[in-house]
């Protein structure tokens, strides 16, 4: 079991930057894959990025390359999604989420724990 709490969210103006942290708790976090997901209103879930167990492995959606960068820290249980040049279109609740297995992966149906969100507002 791995619980997972997403912080960091807010407000900020287009070209700024916002850093998500997500606290995992529970004894599987540094065998686990983590991914960020994203889910505008009235759009389905996205594949932001993802990491692999231990960090060496990462992926991201064309949407945010060059722009967003996921890191670990197994140490902490934390992962975190530093989000620099933002665009209106960036604007969703961002979701953390881990998976049983250590290779990343962009699908959301292959992510087992879910954290409960955090808004991302981006204004132009």
């Known amino acids: 079991q791995v619980q997972l709490v997403e912080s960091g969210g807010g407000l900020v103006q287009a070209g700024g930057s916002l850093r998500l942290s997500c606290a995992a708790s529970?004894?599987?976090?540094?065998?686990?894959?983590m991914g960020w997901f994203r889910q505008a209103l009235g759009k389905e879930r996205e594949f932001v990025a993802a990491i692999s167990r231990s960090g060496g492995t990462t992926d991201y959606a064309d949407s945010v390359k060059g722009r967003f960068t996921i890191s670990r820290d197994n140490a902490k249980n934390m992962v975190a999604l530093q989000m620099n040049s933002l665009k209106p279109e960036d604007t969703a609740v961002y979701y953390c989420a881990a998976r049983n297995f250590a290779i990343a992966s962009g699908d959301p149906s292959h992510y087992a724990y879910w954290g409960q969100g955090t808004q991302v507002t981006v204004s132009s």
């Open positions: 529970g004894r599987t976090f540094s065998t686990s894959a």
